[in-house]
């Protein structure tokens, strides 16, 4: 995938794209973060990526040898599978099977049983109702979700819309008025996170939030390792991706699933059942940045059952 931080963070996307493309690569997998609702648009930034790309052909930095021959093969496969040409009938039988009420049913499903818990100290999950509760995501992006989850939550009667107050952290301070005035309001401080570094901002709440007895909890959106960057945390919950687009049953959305069953699940709609798919090894920050160590925080396979009272 182009977006993932190894290729993201070390080279230009249409530099990255070209090299691929040079080296036989046939499909550029997830090259742009697409996301589209009534607040967020990304679609654009396809166009600007082909722009981009079309230019580097026209300069002769992107060989059309090399696409020609991509071009081929996935046409070779499409034949191969008898999906190169559909025909009305599995066009009827794909419109039939896909995107029902059944699979958006089971997707949720299958989403929940994969919600890991790693820490949940003096019971902070599931978080009661009653409760009034900050949750603080990382972008804009996640918003929607956010909303949705709330929502879907107030329906099935297990939170108490009035008592939750949302923000987006992506460029706010500790010491934002309106974010300590939510705060001193909360009983607990909800942290979605999905970046594998310490947010200095996110560290002085957090203790804020101990220092008047309110419990912290996370909820890790993306790669696990975070859980390791905020060990002071009071429950860890795991998702594993904060990307895709999904409806629900009744065709609500788009939301991004995993978030969204990761605040529901934290609301006690399931109780989280998964293990760990990797080592989590503990680390060491130092001047904003973050070091792997050789000893593992939480183990493969690891995953807790301490749930309610």
Known sequence: A??????????DPTDAAMMAINADVDILLCPVDL???EEV?????????????LARVGAGDISVEELDNSVYRILKLKKERDIHAPTEEQISEAAEAVGTSADHKREWEIAQAGMTLLKNENHALPIDKEQAALILYPVEKRGPSVKYAVSRLEKEKLLDA????TMCYADLKADDAKLQKALAKADKLVVLSQSTS???EIVKLIAQAHKSDKQAVLLSLNLPYDAACYEEMDAVLC??????SAH???GNGPFNLNVAVAICTAYNQSVPSGVLPVNVPKVEVKDGKVTFLDEYL????????IWGD
């Open 198 to 200: 310490r947010n200095k």
């Open 35 to 37: 996301y589209k609702d």
């Open 248 to 250: 629900d049953e009744e």
């Open 162 to 165: 009035s008592k939750v107050t």
């Open 239 to 244: 998702a594993y991706q904060p990307y895709g």
């Open 2 to 11: 182009m977006v993932m931080d190894a290729i993201d963070e070390h080279f």
């Open 298 to 305: 939480y183990e493969r396979g690891f995953g807790l059952e």
């Open 41 to 53: 648009n990304t679609l654009a930034d396809m166009d600007k990526y082909m722009e981009r790309l």
